[in-house]
T-cell receptor, first 117, second 113 residues
Framework: AQTVTQSQPEMSVQEAETVTLSCTYD???????LFWYKQPPSRQMILVIR??????QNATENRFSVNFQKAAKSFSLKISDSQLGDTAMYFC??????????????FGKGTKLSVIP | KAGVTQTPRYLIKTRGQQVTLSCSPI?????VSWYQQTPGQGLQFLFE???????NKGNFPGRFSGRQFSNSRSEMNVSTLELGDSALYLC????????????FGSGTRLTVV
C-alpha cells in the first residue's frame, strides 16, 4: 500500500513571497504519478501540478514548480510570488500508473496555506 | 465545457436513513471516482467506475455502494446512515481513468444527525 505524508499542517506566507510545501511518499512501485491539488473554501479540488515518476525533469506550471526526488521519495511544491488567491488547503497525492489499484488516488492529510497581505 | 456536477450540494439526513448522491462527469469522460473527505481521516477512496463497471473499491463497509449509468453519470448510495458518515463526498471524472486527467466536482456535504 502507498502512503503520502505532509508534515506541515499549516503554513503562512507574505504576499509576493515564495513558500515550499513538503510531501513524502512511500511505495514499492516504479511507475506512478504525483499530484498537488488545491482545495479553496469552494471545496472543489483543483489540479495544480502533475509529475510523472519516469520523468527526471521537475514539472512547472507558471508560479508553481516541484522538486521531485525519486530516490528520496520526496515531492515538494514551490509557490513563487504568492497571491491572496493561493490561500487554500493543498494536498499531495499519489497514483499507480498501471495494475491493480491504479485507479485510486492516495492523498496526504493536507497543508493549510494562508497568504498574508 | 461544463465541469463535474454533483447534486445535491448539501444534505441533512437522520441516522438509520439512506441517501443517494449524484455525479455528472464532464462530457466524454467515462471514468468516475468517489472520495470521502473528513477532518479525521482525510480523503479516502470509495470506488471507481468505468463504462458501468466497478474497477476498484476502497476499504468501506458494504453500506456504501455505487453504480454508473450508460451516460456515465454515477450515483453512490449509503444505507443505514451512521453519524460517522457525515463528510464531504467528492466525485472525480476522467477520460479513461488514466492518471493524468482527474477533474473534481465541488462535492456534496452530508450531515447525519
Amino acid at each position: 500500500a502507498q502512503t503520502v505524508t505532509q508534515s506541515q499542517p499549516e503554513m503562512s506566507v507574505q504576499e509576493a513571497e515564495t513558500v515550499t510545501l513538503s510531501c513524502t511518499y512511500d511505495t514499492s512501485e516504479n511507475n506512478y504519478y504525483l499530484f498537488w491539488y488545491k482545495q479553496p473554501p469552494s471545496r472543489q479540488m483543483i489540479l495544480v501540478i502533475r509529475q510523472e515518476a519516469y520523468k527526471q525533469q521537475n514539472a512547472t506550471e507558471n508560479r508553481f514548480s516541484v522538486n521531485f526526488q525519486k530516490a528520496a521519495k520526496s515531492f515538494s511544491l514551490k509557490i513563487s510570488d504568492s497571491q491572496l488567491g493561493d490561500t487554500a488547503m493543498y494536498f499531495c497525492a499519489f497514483i499507480k500508473a498501471s495494475g491493480a489499484g491504479s485507479y485510486q488516488l492516495t492523498f496526504g492529510k493536507g497543508t493549510k496555506l494562508s497568504v498574508i497581505p | 465545457k461544463a465541469g463535474v456536477t454533483q447534486t445535491p450540494r448539501y444534505l441533512i439526513k437522520t441516522r438509520g436513513q439512506q441517501v443517494t448522491l449524484s455525479c455528472s462527469p464532464i462530457s466524454g469522460h467515462r471514468s468516475v471516482s468517489w472520495y470521502q473527505q473528513t477532518p479525521g481521516q482525510g480523503l479516502q477512496f470509495l470506488f471507481e467506475y468505468f463504462s458501468e463497471t466497478q474497477r476498484n473499491k476502497g476499504n468501506f463497509p458494504g453500506r456504501f455502494s455505487g453504480r454508473q449509468f450508460s451516460n456515465s453519470r454515477s450515483e453512490m448510495n449509503v444505507s443505514t446512515l451512521e453519524l460517522g458518515d457525515s463528510a464531504l463526498y467528492l466525485c472525480a471524472s476522467s477520460l479513461s481513468g488514466v492518471p493524468y486527467g482527474y477533474t473534481f466536482g465541488s462535492g456534496t456535504r452530508l450531515t447525519v444527525v
